[in-house]
């Protein structure tokens, strides 16, 4: 409900130190990241949320009788759900600092390693400690990073040849 109110003051906070090839940028990439958020957590919510919460409640079957509350259960959608989805804003984050010049793909493709072990310690840091959960987040998080960095190439390759034919 706050979204917009906060997406406002943050635009009001962030406007002033951008120039105008950048603040221009920014209003390109709008529809984008909503689309981007919406999909992750529709992703969290048909796809990952069922495969950990299939997991945990495997692992009690036979030892306990499991009971979940409807609390407890939207607060485990909410804690699988959201990172992820806030998580598929990677593209467009590099689709943007590629058009404006922070970073290269030549930089993603060569650093790629590191990324893909920072998304790793990510998923394990936002799944429970379970193998299934860690995949079942790590893959679409590389999956992810890939798309990224071909939007970074296509971006990249639009700029060179706009300067050049200027």
């Given at each position: 409900v706050t979204l917009p109110f906060t997406t406002y003051q943050i635009w009001q906070f962030v406007k002033p130190g951008l120039r105008d090839n950048e603040a221009r940028a920014i209003f390109a990439y709008i529809p984008a990241t909503f689309v981007c958020f919406v999909l992750g957590l529709a992703f969290g919510y048909y796809f990952v949320s069922p495969a950990i919460l299939e997991v945990l409640l495997k692992l009690g079957e036979g030892h306990f009788n499991t009971q979940i509350t409807a609390q407890n259960y939207l607060s485990f959608l909410l804690h699988t759900t959201v990172p992820l989805?806030?998580?598929?804003?990677?593209?467009?984050?590099?689709?943007?600092?590629?058009?404006?010049?922070?970073?290269?793909?030549?930089?993603?493709?060569?650093?790629?390693?590191?990324?893909?072990?920072?998304?790793?310690?990510?998923?394990?840091?936002?799944?429970?400690?379970?193998?299934?959960s860690d995949l079942a987040m790590?893959?679409?998080?590389?999956?992810?990073?890939?798309?990224?960095?071909?939007?970074?190439?296509?971006?990249?390759?639009?700029?060179?040849?706009?300067?050049?034919?200027?």
């Open positions: 989805a806030v998580l598929f804003e990677l593209p467009v984050v590099v689709s943007f600092l590629t058009s404006i010049g922070m970073i290269t793909p030549v930089f993603l493709t060569h650093y790629r390693r590191y990324a893909y072990f920072i998304l790793l310690v990510l998923a394990v840091i936002l799944t429970p400690a379970d193998f299934i790590t893959a679409p998080l590389i999956l992810l990073y890939e798309v990224s960095v071909t939007l970074s190439k296509l971006i990249y390759k639009r700029k060179q040849r706009k300067y050049k034919d200027n």
